[in-house]
């Protein structure tokens, strides 16, 4: 299972700096995460991104070394099991 340094910092009580993506934009994704944020968070509650760019920008995130997070657009279990399962 791959670790997730982000949790790691938090409990050793160190900050740790990120920001959120807005853009439904695989590129932004990829500019952003490389930009030394510990994390992304790609928004998909107030934003038009679909479940098939927000996969594309977790992959594009995680490849970069960056921690992917999501707000997904409606608290369902449904919802939380499909951004997980794409790498949220």
């Known amino acids: 299972m791959k670790t997730n340094p982000v949790r790691h910092k938090l ?3 160190e900050a740790s700096y990120g920001t959120w993506l807005t ?3 695989i590129f932004t994704a990829q500019l952003m995460s490389k930009m030394g944020f510990d994390w992304l968070t790609v ?3 107030h934003t038009p991104t679909t479940i ?3 996969g594309a ?3 594009v995130i995680a490849n970069a070394g960056c921690v992917p997070l999501v707000r ?3 608290n369902s ?3 939380i099991k499909r951004v997980l ?3 949220a």
Do not use: Q, S, T, Y
């Open 11 to 13: 409990k050793r009580g």
């Open 23 to 25: 853009l439904p934009d």
């Open 43 to 45: 928004e998909m509650e």
């Open 52 to 54: 098939e760019m927000a």
């Open 57 to 59: 920008n977790f992959a």
């Open 72 to 74: 997904i657009p409606i």
């Open 77 to 79: 279990v449904e919802n």
């Open 85 to 87: 399962d794409i790498g």
